[in-house]
């Protein structure tokens, strides 16, 4: 049973090279500092035979973080070419990680270290027959559900929360897959179904699936080798292809969604919708991809809005002291039938007023986010920005540290309820009222579902007991 990942001599001499090199890039400094970040954060969080949500939640972070140092060396222009403080807000991005996720690591420690044979005989203790006919009937059940989650207002936030048991189950369901090498092929067809599934929607939810694997990848990881990581690279290198890819065609893709409604809503067939999206990808030609990879890396990163947001404040618009993230949790924590005259959420009115940007908001069926991080340097300046990301990696921690040991007396199911109740949080970019929203509802939905739905699921996925022979 090992607390840490091991590297052989070709991976620390490849990661080595790797750290190095940076410094010979221009903007080589803050790619540095980065690195460094990335390597303390990872190596501590990422520990063998233990949930890795937050590892991708991190990745995902710092990938936000750094490609805006990514685009500065693709358009060949310094850091600061927008604003005068994305240099500023690049290393206050990579400082945050390490406040929101230390509580993260603390508890992530406090997990007993277990071995790969612990979770066999876990898996062992359930049915995966079972297990696959429970993911069957959630997938079509909340793919349902998915289609009508915004009509019934109120219930939205719940039902989004429901949603996610198909996720619990789809990881339960992978965890026995692949310990016990059973029912492989039908694990690979749904995910290559939700994967597919993921283009017919405006969300762009086809990344989500990607997640869930990598989840269950690094969960089983215990040696890191050089093999590995050339083809984590090679598949990193596909993977921004496709993203690229995807940036050029998905404007005009979402209107035919739309139909032109600006909503974001689907409303065409599914089969229409592909054969529109295989259209969109055969016009593309070079000189389109080669800027669509600008708009890519702008599209990914999200320190321009904390650099615009510190042009603004407090020089135009005064700290708050609290106030942005008080109304945050009021508006959170106070049910609309309380409050009949609680407005809509728009994330993109608070964007406009602290960058100074004008941007499209929900009637115009665009949602633009400020960035939970920038909530904070609004409220408490430089330094006390610090101090809210700080105190969601203890909530984010001490919750995970609860589902991860009460959720269930089997490891495997309860590792599958964390990779299903967090992974949505993995955005640098969500908007501080969505995500305690989000945050909110979650928690609740599956403290409920932990005392009075859990107990009789892994009852119900229990493997029949063998008798022994006389």
């Known amino acids: 049973m090992r607390r840490r990942l091991e590297f052989d001599e070709g991976a620390k001499g490849f990661m080595i090279l790797l750290l190095l090199s940076q410094l010979f ?15 303390i954060i990872l190596y501590n969080l990422q ?72 979770l066999l005989r876990h898996a062992e203790k359930l049915s995966i027959n079972k297990t696959f006919r429970a993911y069957l009937i959630a997938f079509f059940v909340m793919n349902a559900l998915a289609g009508v989650a915004f009509v019934v207002g109120g219930l939205a936030q719940v039902i989004f929360s429901l949603i996610n048991i198909k996720w619990f189950l789809f990881l339960l369901f992978g965890f026995q897959s692949i310990l016990k090498n059973q029912r492989r092929k039908e694990f690979y067809f749904f995910a290559a179904l939700e994967f597919l599934s993921g283009f017919y929607s ?51 893709y979402r209107q035919f969604l739309n139909q032109g409604s600006r909503s974001q809503t689907v409303q065409v067939e599914k089969s229409d919708a592909l054969d529109k999206l295989l259209e969109l990808s055969d016009k593309q030609d070079a000189k389109t991809f080669n800027g ?29 002291e609290g106030k942005n993230w008080g109304e945050t949790i009021s508006f959170v924590l106070t049910p609309r039938i309380l409050n009949p005259n609680k407005p809509n959420y728009d994330a993109s009115i ?33 330094i006390g920005m610090f101090v809210p990301l700080l105190i969601l990696g203890f909530i984010y921690g001490k919750s995970y540290f609860y589902f991860v040991r009460k959720s269930s007396n089997n490891f495997l199911f309860n590792y599958a309820v964390v990779g299903a109740l967090y992974m949505e949080f993995f955005a640098f970019e969500m908007d501080s009222t969505f995500l305690l929203g989000r945050l909110f509802a979650g928690l609740l939905t599956f403290f409920m579902l932990k005392h009075f739905f859990f107990p009789r699921l892994i009852k119900y996925l229990a493997a029949p007991a063998v008798v022994p022979a006389t």
């Not at 936000?64 to 690049?90: K, M, P």
């Not at 990163?301 to 042009?311: G, I, P, R, V």
């Not at 004008?358 to 408490?380: K, M």
């Open 350 to 382: 608070k964007a406009t007023k602290y960058t100074g940007i004008r941007y499209a908001g929900a009637r115009q069926g665009t949602s633009v986010s400020l960035g939970y991080f920038a909530d904070g340097y609004i409220d408490f300046g430089l």
């Open 25 to 39: 890039f221009s903007n080589g400094g803050y790619l540095f500092f980065g690195a460094i970040c990335l390597w």
């Open 47 to 118: 520990q063998p035979f233990k949930p890795t949500v937050f590892s991708i939640i991190f990745i995902f972070h710092f990938i936000q973080v750094a490609a805006g140092i990514w685009e500065s060396n693709y358009l060949d222009q310094d850091i600061n070419y927008r604003s005068d403080f994305t240099d500023t807000a690049t290393i206050v991005g990579f400082v945050g990680l390490i406040f929101l996720f230390a509580p993260i690591i603390y508890f992530q420690d406090k997990i007993p270290a277990v071995s790969r044979a612990t």
């Open 202 to 252: 405006y969300f762009s939810d086809f990344k989500t699936i990607i997640f869930f694997l990598v989840f269950l990848y690094l969960c089983l990881l215990v040696t890191v080798s050089l093999k590995q990581m050339i083809v984590v690279v090679l598949a990193l290198g596909g993977l921004f292809f496709a993203g690229v890819l995807w940036t050029s065609v998905k404007g005009e």
């Open 292 to 320: 669509a990879v600008a708009d890519f890396l702008d599209r990914f990163q999200y320190t321009y809005h904390l650099a615009k947001t510190m042009e603004r404040v407090p020089s135009v618009i005064p700290y708050q």
